[in-house]
Nanobody, 122 residues
Framework: QLQASGGGLVQAGGSLRISCAGSGRRFSSYQMGWFRQAPGKEREFVAAISWSGGSTHYADSVKGRSTISRDNAKNTVYLQMNSLKPDDTAVYYC?????????????????WGQGTQVTVSS
């Protein structure tokens, strides 16, 4: 089970860190990803991190502005977002995949959290 939190309203140029807490002893073996879905748009990949944290991948739209990280001792993955833009407004979902290496494809993630709303005002 995955529980995303930390979303909210932030002004353009601001920062926000969202979190995803997982349950179960296998969390540390999962590749983890963040996806987002804006109103009227399809869900899109944002960032992913390998089980060890040693490998990460970002969508071009957030590269250089966002950092994905994880703390396996706390069963938590984070997404630090800086220099936020109104286009970043979306519901952000965390997801877990059992396959390796890390993937950007939503259908390869087996477990999904409920999402947290991020709204960036201009």
């Amino acid at each position: 089970q995955l529980q995303a939190s930390g979303g909210g309203l932030v002004q353009a140029g601001g920062s926000l860190r969202i979190s995803c807490a997982g349950s179960g002893r296998r969390f540390s073996s999962y590749q983890m990803g963040w996806f987002r879905q804006a109103p009227g748009k399809e869900r899109e990949f944002v960032a992913a991190i390998s089980w060890s944290g040693g490998s990460t991948h970002y969508a071009d739209s957030v590269k250089g502005r966002s950092t994905i990280s994880r703390d396996n001792a706390k069963n938590t993955v984070y997404l630090q977002m800086n220099s936020l833009k109104p286009d970043d407004t979306a519901v952000y979902y965390c997801a877990a995949a059992t396959i390796a290496p890390i993937t950007t494809r939503a259908h390869e993630y087996q477990y999904w959290g409920q999402g947290t709303q991020v709204t960036v005002s201009s």
